[in-house]
């Protein structure tokens, strides 16, 4: 049998966390294995309990959602990241993803969508509100700029064949038995990629690849 995917869940306000607790228990391959009230707390957990996915709010008291997630990939590397928030502004937007949150939904989410992402997120696939989508390919645009376009372009083929594999959720390991590749030649391809892209992290170049059409998203479970 399958192993759950083990979560620690951070929000400062008792009845969302509560509520969000009660939404993830219902799925038998989710389970909470710890809540937190703050970031230090929430952080104190990552580290301790190595979970599977963080899933987190922006504004909380002692640590901020944003420094959780750069500081858990120092003690918790394999520990992903979701965002749950009431938020969209555009500097969380880009300090979130720059900080390597795979996910970032919005707390009018359904329930569905919650348990979705989180399932999504633990196979390593970026997973963004819609509305958070729109705003992201804005911003890259905004930010990169259309100068850099070119940079873009000078993905080769077999680069292009790596991102959209990232793209859809994939891990080095498995990109690299799909290809027929060592793990060692994917992650240069990763390194031409994010030299190329003018990035620093396979969230950056597949959020901007699919800004640029170069790859395609999976589609969005419907309920």
Known sequence: MTEPIRIVLADDHWLLREGTR??????????????????????????????????????????????????????????????????DDDDFIVALMAAGALGYLLKTARPSEL?????????GEPVLHPAIATKVSRLWLRMKGESDREQTEQLNSREKEVLQLAADGL?????AE???LSVRTVEGYFRSIFAKMGVTSRVEAVLLAISRHIVTQKEEVRH
């Open 22 to 87: 009660h939404i993830l228990d219902q799925c038998s391959d989710l389970k909470v294995v710890g809540d937190a009230e703050d970031g230090e707390q929430a952080l104190d957990l990552i580290s301790r309990l190595q979970p599977d996915v963080a899933v987190l709010d922006i504004r909380m008291p002692k640590l901020n959602g944003i420094e959780i997630v750069r500081r858990m990939k120092e003690v918790s590397p394999d520990t992903e990241a979701l965002i749950l928030t009431a938020f």
């Open 115 to 123: 348990i979705d992402a989180v399932q999504r997120v633990h196979r």
């Open 171 to 175: 891990r080095n390991k498995a990109i």
């Open 178 to 180: 799909k290809l027929n």
